[in-house]
């Protein structure tokens, strides 16, 4: 660490709670062949290592959002090709941080009558909430620091890093980026 950023979760540790996060999905959703549905761009990792956790059947689909204006408003920019009326579906979101991204997309995707609506998310950042939405299972419970990696970005970038990084001073991202990424894939000096 050197004051810029510190990594909170390794690429190992990430890997261990998501196979338990699979086999607890996996024994819930035993014959009832789900589709999970990974919300992209951030959920690509995560969804990708998940479904090598899951050894019940099911299916794969994703979806993208774009936000407008303010109050995490958003709206569906590519949908999902699989129909989710009668399905099981399990949402696959990389972060719950205010909860309204996720309370929108509950919204819409239950008008379209799914037999059931669940979400996995790989981390729930607790202190920050202020919709009361339904999370059924999580990674990792998380402070209200910025982080970056494992499908996560800042502006854009960053979402190759194996492991998840807090960002202490987001004002020096800008100067630290050359640097930073050789540190998170463990060949820099920190
Ligand atoms: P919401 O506030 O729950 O609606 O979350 C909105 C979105 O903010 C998430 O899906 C992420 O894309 C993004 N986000 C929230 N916290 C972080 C973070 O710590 N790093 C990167 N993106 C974040």
């Not at 899951?54 to 408003?73: A, N, Y």
């Not at 620091?145 to 807090?166: H, K, Q, S, T």
Request: with cysteine; charged share 25%.
């Amino acid at each position: 660490m050197n004051g810029h950023y510190l990594e909170v979760v390794e690429a190992e540790a990430l890997h261990r709670r998501i196979c338990e996060l699979g086999a607890t999905i996996s024994a819930d959703y035993s014959g009832l062949n789900p589709v999970l549905v990974g919300v992209l761009k951030g959920s690509v990792p995560f969804i990708a290592d998940l479904i090598r956790c899951i050894d019940t059947p099911h299916e794969v689909d994703f979806l993208l959002l774009t936000r407008f204006g303010s109050k995490g408003r958003v709206a569906v920019a590519m949908d999902t090709a699989i129909s989710l009326e009668g399905r099981h579906v399990l949402l696959v979101e990389d972060i719950v941080d205010t909860g309204l991204t996720l309370s929108t997309l509950r919204r819409n995707l239950s008008v379209r009558q799914p037999e059931s609506l669940r979400t996995v998310a790989l981390l729930d950042k607790v202190p920050r909430r202020i919709v009361d939405v339904p999370l059924e299972y999580r990674g990792f419970e998380i402070g209200d620091e910025f982080l970056v990696g494992y499908g996560l970005d800042w502006e854009g970038r960053y979402r190759n890093l194996p492991g998840l990084w807090a960002v202490m001073q987001m004002d020096r991202l800008q100067d630290i980026h050359e640097t930073f990424p050789a540190v998170a894939f463990g060949s820099g000096t920190t």
